[in-house]
């Protein structure tokens, strides 16, 4: 397991593309942090197949942005997922929503690599707020389906 975290703010970007924090889990576009304008939002085109987890799971989760027609596909041995953001709003009404949404995404990946010969490796990212205003935290992680399990204490803690 691979992973990296990094603190930063998007206040300014959410200004300028006129956009607000959710206030629940949602999906980030790829491209958050330099897109100029809504339109230009790029997805993963693995977000389509992950939704459908989450919706099995009665979990909705939104694009953030709106929809968009922009999808990345990467051609390579790697499975690159869709970024997901947690609000802080979201976690305290919901304490075991990182660990059901670590689930989902494992069980997606177990899914997605089933039947594959040689290592597959999953790329991801979560944003989520931490408790200081404005500041925004993500981790960045790179290994298989049984790393994710043990990012939720880690997440858990870098939220504090």
């Known amino acids: 397991m691979n992973y990296n975290i990094k603190e930063y703010n998007l206040e300014d970007n959410f200004k300028k ?3 607000k924090l959710p206030n629940k889990i949602s999906f980030f576009p790829e491209n958050i942090e330099t897109a100029n304008n809504k339109e230009d939002f790029i997805f993963t085109e693995s977000i389509i197949e992950l939704n459908k987890y989450f ?3 009665n979990l909705k989760l939104d ?3 709106g929809d968009s027609e922009l999808y990345r596909s990467r051609k390579n041995a790697d499975i690159y997922l869709p970024t997901i953001f947690f609000s802080l709003t979201a976690i305290s009404q ?3 929503l990182i ?3 670590l689930n989902i995404v494992s069980s997606f990946l177990y899914d997605t690599l089933k039947g594959q010969i040689g290592k597959k ?3 991801i990212e979560f944003h989520f707020e931490s408790k200081e205003k404005g500041k ?3 981790i960045n992680y790179k ?3 049984e790393g994710l399990k043990s990012l939720e204490k880690i997440i858990t803690k870098a939220m504090k």
């Open 63 to 65: 694009l953030f942005g």
């Open 17 to 19: 593309l006129n956009l």
């Open 136 to 138: 925004m935290k993500k």
């Open 55 to 57: 919706e099995i799971e």
């Open 94 to 96: 919901n304490p075991e």
């Open 143 to 145: 290994g298989d389906a």
């Open 121 to 123: 490796t999953a790329n």
């Open 99 to 101: 660990s059901v949404s």
